[in-house]
């Protein structure tokens, strides 16, 4: 047995679903929850911003 649907996709697909459910499509309020309530490394935080850089 294989999928005919790559992980990539479905996890991408899943996650769109739960930002909706739960953020109301807003993914800066996800992605603003998480940084405010953890204990980001230097390292995390960087390669954040470097994520960012590139879009």
């Not at 991408?12 to 109301?24: D, E, G, L, M, P």
């Amino acid at each position: 047995y294989y999928s005919l649907v790559e992980e990539s996709d479905i996890k991408y697909k899943t996650s769109k679903n739960f930002i909706n459910k739960v953020y109301k499509g807003g993914f800066n309020s996800l992605v603003l929850n998480f940084v405010e309530k953890e204990d980001l490394s230097q390292d995390e935080i960087e390669e954040l911003r470097n994520i960012l850089n590139k879009k």
